[in-house]
């Protein structure tokens, strides 16, 4: 889907430098910079091909009616952010430019003033100077311009109040694992890089946008399940095979140290959910946000369940990372049993783990919740429950009054909690 970009070269009225001649502009931003790990590329990379910058233009430079000392936005005055942007809208069209016929707006002003992205567009800067990482690498704006779509930062379940929380993901730079850029090597004055690019996007936030082609993501064809499954590299799409695995509302994906990645430590399989807009990490049974060969799913120490509750089964576990042949091998695992339910002692859960992880082990099917003890419920089977839904009184963490709202909202009928607890994440924007 073509997906132009209008860049809009701004300066501010009592500052018209120029830092770079609009090539420069070009190669970062639009199809001209096609195999130079420009925006290009990146969204070509990152979305399976679904978003194509070609046709993006570069305009300016044009002049605002507004000197630098009244530009007054920041992370505190998001309405003057927002202002400036539509300002510059204002001002190109006044200049004969369409751009309300692009999907997005990057304002790309003359020194690093200000940085972020919104639904009006997105602003970014850079005065050539090389005095700290430009606002325009590809490691930076790559995230501001996914605001701009709708992307949130990414999450780690466990750490809700850490606004990036996904090392590993572009919605939470300019993390630890950016690396060079191939085709722009400058440096700072201190030595850094100054056009540092990556990491790729996950495949809960490409999922959320529609840029996750499913044809390529493994899923259960079944209630029950016991297969093994080899996931490629998650952006390789020139290579056979999955990119991705589906399982409950689990995104399970491998990702090697190349290309966007460059700067990750080792080849990991990562396990994501998307809620509330945004991504969140998952870790694997020992608490690891990095899955390694041996990783397997759910909580290590979870109280064994009484053998004549006959109950089903959930779990997966990664089996082999071979980085050189840019596989993963993954074993899946779903037993319905006869579907009773699963006991989690209320002790076991104050002491060990939160809601969220809680919801994440229940892996798309419902919990029922009462004072006492919280029960997985495996979504294909029937039982009798008799028991009231009552929210817990018990200490939990702040996050979790709206959680049990969420999972007992609708009690006590029972048949609220034999559906899928989550809303349904395919009714807005994706297709
Ligand atoms: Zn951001």
Known sequence: MADPWAILLIHFSDDDTEPFDKAWYRRMFTAEGAGDWGMYDWFRDNSHGRVDLAGSEVF??????????????NGQNQDARRDLVIACKEKARAEGVAVDDFAGTLVILNYGRDLFGGGEGAVAGDDGKNLDVSGLAPAI?????????????????????????????????????????????????????????????NAANMWSQGWLDESRVWSPSGETVSERVTLRPLHRRDLDGHLAARFGELFIELRVAEGWDAGIPRATVLVHLFEQGSSWLVADSKGSFEWTAGSVSGAEGMPAAPAELDLGVVEFTVEQIDAEARSATLRFTRTTGRGAPQFMPEWWLRRRWGWEQLETMSAGESLLVTPHDVTRIPAATRFDVSRQIVVPTFGLDDTAEETVTRITGSAPPIDAFLSPRMPDADSEGHG
């Open 60 to 73: 300016g430079w044009y002049t605002l009616d507004m000197k630098t000392s009244e530009y007054i936005g």
């Open 141 to 201: 704006i790559a995230q501001e311009m996914c605001h701009v779509y709708g992307l949130q930062h990414s999450k780690r379940l466990g750490s809700p109040e850490v606004e990036y929380g996904d090392s590993w993901d572009m919605m939470s730079s300019l993390g630890p694992y950016s690396s060079a850029n191939p085709a722009i090597t400058t440096r700072t004055v201190r030595g850094e890089l100054a056009y540092p690019i990556g990491p790729g996007l």
